[in-house]
């Protein structure tokens, strides 16, 4: 299976930031999978921020929830991820990744992609 994120490298404060990831080599549908969207700030730990089933439901970061909104479209099989009111601290690099449950493991991850936030 192979993740691809894809999105902005450059977002301006308070603006959203919208990315992307493509999943080749497995169905975002397919039963008893979780794809999940993860970030590392600078210098900061991995941060789950949400996740998508199989079935569609969501599930949100508290910490992240009032701002978050993940989606999935279905027949070009990807999920995304919708971060409003951006700051400097949402500063990271995103990945998507896949897991059997929302809190992991993570078995197969993409490659990430930087965002930087600019006042």
């Known amino acids: 299976v192979q993740l691809q994120e894809s999105g902005p490298g450059l977002v301006k404060l308070s603006q959203t930031l919208s990315l992307t990831c493509t999943v080749s080599?497995?169905?975002?549908?397919?039963?008893?999978?979780?794809w999940n969207w993860i970030r590392q700030s600078p210098g900061k730990g991995l941060e789950w921020m949400g996740a998508?089933?199989?079935?569609?439901?969501?599930y949100d970061s508290p910490s992240l929830k009032s701002r978050t909104s993940f989606s999935r479209d279905t027949m070009k099989n990807l999920i995304s991820l919708q971060l409003t009111s951006v700051t400097p601290e949402d500063t990271a690099v995103y990945y998507c990744?896949?897991?059997?449950?929302?809190?992991?493991?993570?078995?197969?991850w993409g490659q990430g992609t930087q965002v930087t936030v600019s006042s």
């Open positions: 990744a896949r897991g059997i449950s929302w809190s992991g493991p993570y078995d197969s």
């Open positions: 080599g497995d169905s975002i549908t397919r039963i008893g999978t979780y």
């Open positions: 998508i089933r199989a079935s569609g439901s969501t």
